[in-house]
């Protein structure tokens, strides 16, 4: 079922154009990531979304609010760079944020308990929060986010800032939070967004450039990349691969021969079948995906 329609949102800001005519909707249930470079307008849409900026233009639709809902009740919101009071224990502050959105004190005590649990931070609900980890702090920035049980959770590049461990923590969270809720976060990094979500949405410059499962981008720009070592006349072989039918681009660099091709397979078929004919002195043959990131630069570079 479809919990949210964006159509032709546009966004200005003095005469800067963040976000051009976009249109996309979310079913609920999934995850859902936001990606592109510094800049594309990921903050921009989320803000939108989230009712803390006026869209220019266009419409966003939540399809479970009734008519004169307040639409903060729908949505939790963690902002890239939240801010907490770091006097405050990790306790105090849920709890806190529990009255802000109208529970009384006994259920906000409750939710905060709760919450505490489930993000994974009981242990530390006592310390004051300047004394958590930024993992820690990312966590509790997300309790904070569904302290109301909201249908849509939306996360600005909530791991950007973490070390590896961190990093780590927060992803796991989100695998587990999105049994129970539709989240939609934003990143610049391809591989958390495979690893966490369900569907992407990748944007350049304001505008939606691809949108679907990874599956479906790595089908339609994940190369392959060989690299081969002759004992000789590199420039001789390259000038050979560079006629195959199954060669996208190739370039010598110290010492190698780097080939890329859409079809790996095809690729490699045609190079070791001359290789066999006309007996090449190869000495190394290594054949790669291109990674993740190779392919949000192509996407994005388009
Ligand atoms: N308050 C503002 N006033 C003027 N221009 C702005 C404002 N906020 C954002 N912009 C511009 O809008 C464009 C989109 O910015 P936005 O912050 O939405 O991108 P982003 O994808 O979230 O980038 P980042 O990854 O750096 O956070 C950029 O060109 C930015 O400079």
Redesign the pocket.
Known sequence: MTILKVTNLSKE??G?S??KNISFEFTSGKCISLI??????????L?TLAGLLKPSSGKVTFTEMKQQADIRLLIGYLP?HPVFYSWMTGKEFLVYSAQLAFLTKEEANKRAEYLLERVGIAEAKNKRIGKYSGGMKQRLGIAQAIIHKPKLLML??PVSSLDPIGRREVLILMEELKKEMTILF?T?ILSDADEVSDELLL?RD?EIVEAGTMDKLRRKYQTAKIELVFQNNLEYYKDKIDTMPAITSTNIERGKLHVTAADITQARKEILQAAAVENWPITDFTLNRASLEDMFMKVVNN
């Open positions: 800001y003095d800067v963040a976000v592109g470079p510094n800049g594309a307008g990921k903050t921009t849409i803000r890239q600005d590049e934003s610049h944007l304001g």
